[in-house]
Nanobody
Framework: QVHLVESGGGLVQAGGSLELSCAAP????????MGWYRQAPGKQRELVAI???????NYGESVKGRCTISRDNVETTIHLQMNRLKPEDTATYYC??????????????WGQGTLVTVSS
C-alpha cells in the first residue's frame, strides 16, 4: 500500500504563512495527480490545490492568490505554500495522490491529515 508522509501543519496567527509537504514513495511507477484537500469541522472536504503530471495546477476558489503548490524534481513530493492565512483556513489538510505502482497498479490514496489552526 502506498504510504504518504505529510508534514508542516501547526498553529499560526492570521496573516501568517505556513508550508505543508507531502511525500509519496520514490519507487512508484507514476503519479497522475498530487494535491491537498481540507476539511473543517462540520464541513465537507474541499479542494485546496492539485498539481497534475504535466505540471498544471488547480486551486480552490477560497485559496486562489494565497496558495502556491509546487513539486520537487523527483515529482513525488509536493509543497503547499499558504500565505495571508485566515481563521477560516483552519482545518485538517489531507494529501491526496493518484497514480500507479509497480506492484499494485492503480492507486488512489489519502494521507492521515495534518491540522492547520489559524488564530485571529
Amino acid at each position: 500500500q502506498v504510504h504518504l508522509v505529510e508534514s508542516g501543519g501547526g498553529l499560526v496567527q492570521a496573516g501568517g504563512s505556513l508550508e505543508l509537504s507531502c511525500a509519496a514513495p520514490t519507487n512508484i511507477h507514476s503519479i497522475n495527480i498530487m494535491g491537498w484537500y481540507r476539511q473543517a469541522p462540520g464541513k465537507q472536504r474541499e479542494l485546496v490545490a492539485i498539481i497534475v503530471s504535466g505540471g498544471g495546477t488547480n486551486y480552490g476558489e477560497s485559496v486562489k492568490g494565497r496558495c502556491t503548490i509546487s513539486r520537487d524534481n523527483v515529482e513525488t513530493t509536493i509543497h503547499l505554500q499558504m500565505n495571508r492565512l485566515k481563521p477560516e483556513d483552519t482545518a485538517t489538510y489531507y494529501c491526496h495522490v493518484v497514480g500507479s505502482d509497480y506492484l499494485q497498479g492503480y492507486f488512489d490514496v489519502w494521507g492521515q491529515g495534518t491540522l492547520v489552526t489559524v488564530s485571529s
